[in-house]
């Protein structure tokens, strides 16, 4: 006929010592989920936690594809393992996991899938025997808490009881068996019920019996309503609080049975919100007790403040009262020490001196234990950063190199919050953040450049660089408004081009010994200048079109100028004109967010970069596709792309992360390079034939030579 189950599941949310849920789920082509939980009250709301466990083990089961019962109780089972640990630090009770009584199990045709913790019992009754079939109180791991399944089909007859340790403590375990063997487990359930008419409301019953059934097997009948209202006391079956699939009484009925409504008014203190709003009552009423001495102390200072700075009579009396209460207590102590004898003296002056030796004795011993604690700290730290080490190089060895950037970073983390107590120790942290900087950056695959090569130090003459062009072996430096020429390991000012503006930028204009430069005057109205380099002088100045408000970077190609305006998503073209540039007009051809972009560059087609990261790529004023592998970390803000006409390939500097970037122009890295010395990039030029790269970095010039 099949396995047949029912539950038993008693309950009064208020009154009861322990907190109680019964689950199951509806069925499936996998069978049937069940769980019975409990665990004692506490003052910590527990519920949401049980609420979370269920409803993690039942959404497992009802969106899992895994058609063996077995299976997927074990892998619903895991993930139990790897939640509950989790509920049980957020409970903040102590062994919160060793006070859990739960049964996890799923109904399948005529087998069943069980596992348990705690004080579950699991009792087969079988050819008039009982066999315990789970192990209780069995020592949690809390790495692996389920740890077995027991798994089996029932006979016909046979019985499987699944209960918390209540049932067997009012009814025995033989008279279960006799009453399993007779009846269905629906018939069982009634029965045991009438057996628990009398059982005080604060014990909760929580049990599943489950049987293949037999064709002898007995259906019994609730008692009827007149049976029901000669007893003395109503038996209330009940759950007052559940929200996953509560069991109904058996005495209930679709006809309007009566009932005995009964009130404990002592039980309303029990109740978790009247406990809370005792609280918040008490704690208000606190709160306006000390508010009110606080303005009775406030307002008395400031009354005898008022009264001493304007009534010269109140001054004079306190300052007098004062003065005789310093000359009584002195006079007091004076002939107090008089009157002492000799050896009381000599007693006295020694117990002084012991004291001052102790209470500096113990400041020392104070300090001393500081100074313990802070180099016990110290050393932790270093023992967690060698433990994340050895662990990085396992995660290395399965390749998991996200994982192995974890721990460094999080190394980078506990360098950042430790504090050296020593001159030795501050040395010791500064040599381990460099290693460390080595190592994340080996994981990352980025070449690490110790010392890079340094072709000029402006720190002495130039403040605030801005940007680089590099001519014919010459470097143009543009700082502060003026213009620098690095020539033959000397630097000079070419020209002062302050004139009551402020230049922001500056470009190449190839093929051309000129540069060109935006400005903005002081009332902020933008302005385009051309630079000859030979006349040293600016030869040309143009105003850019209405809509173009903004500069956030400019470059020439094929004799035409372009701006990208960020504040306006939009890039600018204007068209060369005589000795200058004129006939502005807006480039894109479709709506595109360019409000983070920082830097564009130009080979036939236009890219743009993000101060995310985020490369683009436009070609006739349309974005075309462009797949790029991001770098890792995430390319930071401030950050420049360079690139020109037969170059195959993308040059970034990152200054957030101290890195120079290489992409080819299909989007594969070509190269990554870091130093600590790059610390303040601000612009690049590249080196025609693509050997090296010119990085200005502060007031300092650098060569990096490229990986062929």
Excluded: C
């Excluded at 790897?82 to 005529?110: F, H, R, Y």
């Excluded at 093929?511 to 302005?527: C, F, G």
Aim: glycine share 4%; no cysteine.
């Amino acid at each position: 006929m099949g396995l047949k189950h029912h539950k038993l599941f008693i309950h009064d949310h208020i009154n009861s010592r322990e907190l109680s849920e019964v689950y199951f789920s509806n069925l499936t082509d996998s069978g049937r989920l069940f769980i019975l939980l409990e665990l004692p009250k506490n003052k910590v709301d527990q519920q949401p936690l049980i609420d979370e466990i269920i409803n993690e083990a039942a959404t497992y089961f009802e969106t899992s594809q895994q058609e063996d019962s077995e299976m997927l109780l074990e892998e619903i089972l895991h993930q139990l393992n790897q939640i509950l640990p989790d509920i049980s630090a957020s409970s903040k009770i102590k062994n919160w996991l060793a006070t859990i009584d739960m049964a996890v199990g799923i109904i399948k045709e005529d087998e069943v899938f069980l596992a348990g913790i705690g004080n579950i019992n699991a009792i087969l009754v079988q050819h008039n025997q009982l066999t315990p079939i789970l192990d209780k109180n069995i020592e949690i791991n809390p790495s692996k808490i389920f740890a077995d399944i027991i798994s089996g089909s029932l006979d016909q007859g046979d019985v499987l009881m699944v209960s918390t340790d209540a049932l067997f403590d009012y009814i025995s375990k033989e008279k279960i068996k006799q009453i399993t063997k007779q009846y269905s487990p629906q018939g069982t359930v009634i029965k045991v019920n009438e057996l628990l008419e009398t059982v005080p409301d604060f014990v909760s019953f929580n049990s599943v019996f489950i049987k293949n059934a037999t064709e002898t097997d007995r259906e019994a009948v609730p008692e009827t309503r007149e049976s029901i209202e000669e007893k003395e006391e109503p038996i209330l079956v009940s759950d007052t609080h559940s929200s996953h699939n509560p069991a109904k009484s058996k005495f209930s009925s679709p006809d309007k049975t009566k009932t005995k409504t009964v009130v404990d008014i002592k039980g309303f203190k029990n109740i978790g919100f009247i406990k809370k709003l005792q609280k918040i009552f008490a704690l208000v009423g606190l709160f306006f007790a000390m508010v009110g001495k606080s303005i009775t102390y406030v307002g008395n200072k400031i009354k005898a403040g008022f009264l001493f700075l304007f009534s010269r009579n109140y001054r004079q009396k306190t300052e007098t009262e004062t003065l005789d209460s310093i000359k009584h207590i002195t006079d007091k102590k004076v002939n107090w020490w008089q009157a002492l004898s000799l050896k009381k003296k000599i007693a006295l002056g020694g117990f002084f001196v012991v004291l001052l030796v102790f209470l500096q004795s113990l400041v020392m011993m104070t300090q001393q234990k500081d100074v313990e604690q802070k180099n016990q700290a110290y050393e932790d730290a270093f023992v967690k950063i060698e433990e994340n080490y050895n662990e990085m190089e396992a995660k290395l060895i399965y390749n998991d190199e996200e994982a192995a950037e974890e721990l460094l970073l999080e190394n980078f983390e506990i360098l950042d919050n430790l504090k050296a107590s020593s001159p030795e120790q501050e040395q010791e942290i500064a040599q381990k953040r460099e290693e460390l900087f080595y190592k994340l950056n080996k994981v990352r695959h980025i070449n690490v450049i110790p010392e890079p090569a340094e072709l000029f130090n402006m720190a002495d003459k130039v403040v605030e660089t801005r940007n680089i062009v590099q001519k014919d072996g010459k470097f143009y430096i543009l700082s502060d408004s003026r213009l620098y020429l690095i020539e033959d390991n000397n630097l000079s000012l070419v020209a002062d081009l302050h004139e009551g503006q402020s230049v922001q930028s500056m470009t190449d204009w190839p093929n051309e010994n000129k540069i060109v430069m935006s400005t903005m005057s002081p009332d902020k109205k933008l302005s385009y200048s051309i630079f000859d380099l030979d006349k040293k002088e600016t030869v040309a100045v143009f105003e850019p079109i209405t809509d173009n408000t903004e500069v956030s970077d400019l470059s020439i190609y094929g004799n035409n100028l372009y701006v990208l305006d960020s504040q306006n998503s939009q890039i600018f073209k204007y068209p060369e004109s005589g000795n200058g540039f004129g006939g502005g007009l807006t480039w894109l051809q479709e709506e595109v967010d360019l409000s983070n972009a920082s830097s564009l560059t130009i080979d036939g087609s236009i890219y743009t970069i993000d101060n995310d990261g985020t490369i683009r790529n436009f070609l006739k004023g349309a974005r075309e596709d462009f797949d790029y592998h991001e770098p890792r970390p995430t390319i930071g803000k401030d950050v420049i792309i360079k690139t020109f006409k037969d170059s195959d390939y993308l040059y970034i500097i990152d200054p957030q992360n101290m890195r120079i970037v290489i992409l080819d122009k299909e989007g594969n890295i070509k190269d990554q390079y870091a130093s600590q010395k790059f610390d303040n990039l601000v612009d690049l030029a590249i080196d025609p034939e693509e050997k090296a790269i010119y990085l200005l970095n502060g007031e300092h010039l650098y060569l990096l030579a490229i990986n062929e």
